[in-house]
């Protein structure tokens, strides 16, 4: 029978949720690394037991660890992520030059392919991969170096490479974006990188629709339809049906087209959810309703997903890595919220329920089908 | 031998045992500086590399402080050599996180 298990990364450490295919009863596991920031943590599609996740800490800076029994325990593997060459400078925020500076690992994302290798997208902006199950790092320097790089800014967060997309289709591209420069991708497998914003217009850069600068908060795409991407920007929801070489507005009827996560149904390519939230001054819902969005038509057209949602004195935040989709035939949808609760949908966002309520704020939520 | 006091994370960090005090040491022949304390340090305990010194500056890193027998060591370069009762394993190298977060 299938199983579930979801990867949770927090403010104050990881927990691994645990529940059969019914998805009614959840077991909770954790905190692993109590106390520390767990940006991110992801399984490999390959080998469902090989877990990798970002560590961090103001005091201590990054640690990397990885487990091979699906959670149950971890191992610190190598975190030294050392820029290619001399790191250059980009914008700071008054506009002017910044060297580029190692923060943190934001978004960790396993090859479909080898259980050994992995990508994470770190701040200041950069794409490292690993071929030896995170013993060691090597920057993918063609993207930081292809020219854009010095024009780049950070967004409030800092300038964090928090979305990386491999195509299952074709193992040479990869999509990655960044707050705030935009949209990226590869068709060499990550040796020569392209800005891919065209059509993005964002009204606080002095060129609205420049070539980068653009706040995307995060982009998601269906594996059966790699050349079909959906985007959360600061403000608007985009769609492209080219790569990612032009983009289209598809905010239609949303309350606010502010927002930080977006994501696409298991099975069906044309069915989105975002959560809309009031805007870039007012981090939470509209009105303090807790709604996801649902469009059914690829964007446009959106309904409001409430049930089971707190509808007043709601006041979290869902960020943009914390929502994730499992693939049993009724699509489980499930987010979290800076409030520290995990909600979970088992009929594709009609009705939802907390699986876990009282976590420390969630940074980020992955979902693992079980067979 | 050297005793040097890390904070809780970072015994977590090198798989100490919870009980075992704050405490590990270390051996270092002379002349026994800061750096040359971290280095067998993180010889002995390689998850450590990168938490108390910036992998790319070298430097330790801004939240933590290093102190002994009652000196701020902290603005002190690697170079420096701990006090003779620091060397003896008198008294400890005490590496301590700011406090600060919420």
Known sequence: MSSVRVLVGTRKGAFVLNSDGKRKDWQVSGPFFAGWEIYHVKGSPVDPNRLYASQSSGWFGQTMQRSDDGGATWTPVGNKFAYDGVPGTHQWYDGTPHPWEFKRVWHLEPSLTDANTVYAGVEDAALFKSTDAGATWEELSGLRGHGTGPHWHPGAGGMCLHTVILDPSNADRMYIAISAAGAFRTDDAGKTWKPINKGLVSNTMPNPTGEVGHCVHHVAMHPSRPGVLFMQKHWDVMRSDNAGDQWHEVSGNLPTDFGFVIDVHAHEPETLYVVPITSDSMHFPPEGKLRVYRSRTGGNEWEPLANGLPQKDCYVNVLRDAMAMDTLDDCGVYFGTTGGQVYASADSGDSWAPIVRDLPAVLSVEVQTLQ | ?102
């Open chain 2, 1 to 102: 031998m050297i005793c040097v006091a890390l904070p809780y994370h970072l015994r977590t960090l090198a798989g100490l045992e919870p009980g075992v005090g704050a405490e590990v040491t270390v051996e270092v022949a002379a002349p026994v500086t800061i750096g040359r304390v971290l280095d067998a340090l993180e010889s002995r305990y390689p998850t450590l590399r990168g938490t108390i010194r910036d992998y790319g500056t070298g430097q330790r890193r801004a939240f933590l402080r290093f102190f002994a027998c009652e000196e701020d060591l902290s603005h002190e370069g690697m170079d420096f050599e701990l006090p003779q009762t620091v060397v003896e394993g008198n008294e400890p190298l005490l590496i301590i996180g700011a406090i600060a977060g919420g």
